[in-house]
């Protein structure tokens, strides 16, 4: 447990704002959902790497007839998610043991500030398994923190290591992101890359399976 959690689980009901306001500092998760939806009408929805539920509450809340499904390695995913529980389930797996119990596929898969996370060696699997959830017409989404040489990259990456304690953590400047991606996913095609505000250092690709 980093030191972000050791200390959001002590204060209570104000655990919930303090998240969102730190978390505001890197990125607008309501301008991402505005940007999911804009790609993508889902029925069923997977994110892989879904945390605490905070892109979750989003996407259920907009998405009236949505089912939802967020998975991560991490104890209690989805533990401060407000949202319809009716309509959403967490679960603490990996993507390969999911995939292993063919869940059935989904509309949309998101991998939202996931792969930093995941040594490079593991990434291509992690990429592959997303791509074997998705339905057919379906949108993959990968979201990721671009390294750039300037003070936001350095406080997300302080944040990352040594407040959120996640001592391996490695990010990759833009070239490598999409290198690391088509590479991942040769069958399919980038149909949107974008950045979501307040910083440029967040980079998102949609993608689809290539028609042929």
Known sequence: MGITAAVRRRLGKYEVPAAELYRSVFIDLDSLATTLLSLSTPGRI????????????????????????????????????????????????????????????????????????????????????A????????????????????????????????????KNVVFGDRDQLLATVTAALPGMSIVCETRVPPKRNNILFALRRTEG
């Open 46 to 129: 997977l994110e892989i790497g879904c945390g605490d539920g905070a892109v979750a509450e989003r996407l259920v809340g907009a998405l009236p007839e949505a089912e939802y499904l967020g998975i991560d390695v991490m104890d209690s995913p989805g533990r401060l998610f407000r949202g319809d529980r009716g309509r959403a389930t967490f679960r603490s797996v990996y993507s390969h043991d999911l995939r292993a119990e063919e869940p059935g596929l989904f509309d949309l898969v998101l991998v939202v500030d996931v792969l930093h996370h995941v040594p490079p060696a593991h990434r291509d699997a992690l990429l592959r398994d």
């Open 131 to 166: 791509e074997a959830l998705l339905a057919p017409g379906g949108t993959l989404i990968v979201k990721e923190w671009e390294r750039r040489s300037d003070i936001a990259h350095l406080m997300a990456y302080t944040a990352d290591k040594y407040v959120s304690g996640d």
